[in-house]
Nanobody, 118 residues
Framework: VQLVESGGGLVQPGGSLRLSCAAS????????MRWYRQAPGLERELVAT????????NYADSVKGRFTISRDNARNTVYLQTNSLKPEDTAVYYC????????????WGQGTQVTVSS
């Protein structure tokens, strides 16, 4: 199983980035997908979730209204559209996959760096 994130980079405050996570080696449509982030010196934080069944989404309060998670099951890919970025959004963003009922079946990507700075 591989989860490969891409789309990170350096962006000015107020800017946008679209993060992607391409999955392989698993039945993607059976997995709830999540984006986490971890800033230096801080614990890993759950940012957004999209479920396998129904595509229900949930967001951390800190990103509601600015970030949007989506998935394309035909492409085995989950996205995180990040808008109105703030310096406090600077972190390594990680993709996570968890089977919708076999909860011990969980995988992580290697992360992609997002830096918001002028």
């Amino acid at each position: 199983v591989q989860l490969v994130e891409s789309g990170g980079g350096l962006v000015q405050p107020g800017g946008s980035l679209r993060l992607s996570c391409a999955a392989s080696g698993l039945s993607f449509s059976n997995y709830d997908m999540r984006w986490y982030r971890q800033a230096p010196g801080l614990e890993r934080e759950l940012v957004a979730t999209i479920t396998s069944v129904g595509g229900t989404t949930n967001y951390a309060d800190s990103v509601k209204g600015r970030f949007t998670i989506s998935r394309d099951n035909a492409r085995n890919t989950v996205y995180l559209q990040t808008n109105s970025l703030k310096p406090e959004d600077t972190a390594v963003y990680y993709c996570n996959a968890q089977h919708f009922w076999a909860r011990s079946s969980m995988y992580w990507g290697q992360g992609t760096q997002v830096t918001v700075s002028s």
